[in-house]
T-cell receptor, first 110, second 116 residues
Framework: DGGITQSPKYLFRKEGQNVTLSCEQN?????MYWYRQDPGQGLRLIYY???????QKGDIAEGYSVSREKKESFPLTVTSAQKNPTAFYLC?????????FGSGTQLSVL | DQQVKQNSPSLSVQEGRISILNCDYT??????FLWYKKYPAEGPTFLIS?????DKNEDGRFTVFLNKSAKHLSLHIVPSQPGDSAVYFC???????????????FGQGTTLQVKP
């Protein structure tokens, strides 16, 4: 059963702490993405990767980091430099212009 | 600078009636447009798309219309059903990203409520 798995579903971050959101896909897609959704706003692109070991900054990359060591995996780290991390984070992969999304991770600050 | 705008944050319609969701864009270079549907605490799911070479695309109860001169697209849902209640996002893509990538620019979303 192909799809995109994000974990955890809910995550809490303490001040000054880095946290990592997991994203795994078994769709054999080359491209993967991280989007952030805030209430009343559209999805904004954080980082994307079109091939293993390569990734590019999106529109709001500051305070985030990613890695793409395997085709199936694209973890996102929210660093302490991200001052407003509370949001719903969506991972996606794509083929021919259509995005397939995971079920999201809600990150909140304690 | 919001390149894709959905100016109506919410829309309420009666079951069985038509729902019309609107989207405006500013960049005339966009060549591919998509609509996504999102339930709370879930990821968006693809609904329907349209290429800039077309002005209409239909899939069952869903039809997307594109007016390039007005830089406007709309999603029509007929007839509307309570299960259609969700947030709808329109998205656009530039030519260099249309093939084999999903670098999309999203609108703010419109919350549709279909009342029984």
């Amino acid at each position: 059963d192909g799809g995109i798995t994000q974990s955890p579903k809910y995550l809490f971050r303490k001040e000054g702490q880095n946290v990592t959101l997991s994203c795994e896909q078994n769709l054999n897609h080359d491209a993967m993405y991280w989007y952030r959704q805030d209430p009343g706003q559209g999805l904004r692109l954080i980082y994307y990767s079109q091939i293993v070991n390569d990734f590019q900054k999106g529109d709001i990359a500051e305070g985030y980091s990613v890695s793409r060591e395997k085709k199936e995996s694209f973890p996102l780290t929210v660093t302490s430099a991200q001052k407003n991390p509370t949001a719903f984070y969506l991972c996606a992969s794509s083929t021919y212009g259509e995005l397939f999304f995971g079920s999201g991770t809600q990150l909140s600050v304690l | 600078d919001q390149q894709v705008k959905q100016n109506s944050p919410s829309l309420s319609v009666q079951e069985g009636r038509i729902s019309i969701l609107n989207c405006d864009y500013t960049n005339s270079m966009f060549d591919y447009f998509l609509w996504y549907k999102k339930y709370p605490a879930e990821g968006p799911t693809f609904l329907i798309s349209i290429s800039s070479i077309k002005d209409k695309n239909e899939d069952g109860r869903f039809t997307v219309f594109l007016n390039k001169s007005a830089k406007h697209l709309s999603l029509h849902i007929v007839p509307s059903q309570p299960g259609d209640s969700a947030v709808y996002f329109c998205a656009a893509s530039l030519p260099q990203f249309s093939s084999n990538t999903g670098k999309l620019i999203f609108g703010q979303g419109t919350t549709l409520q279909v009342k029984p």
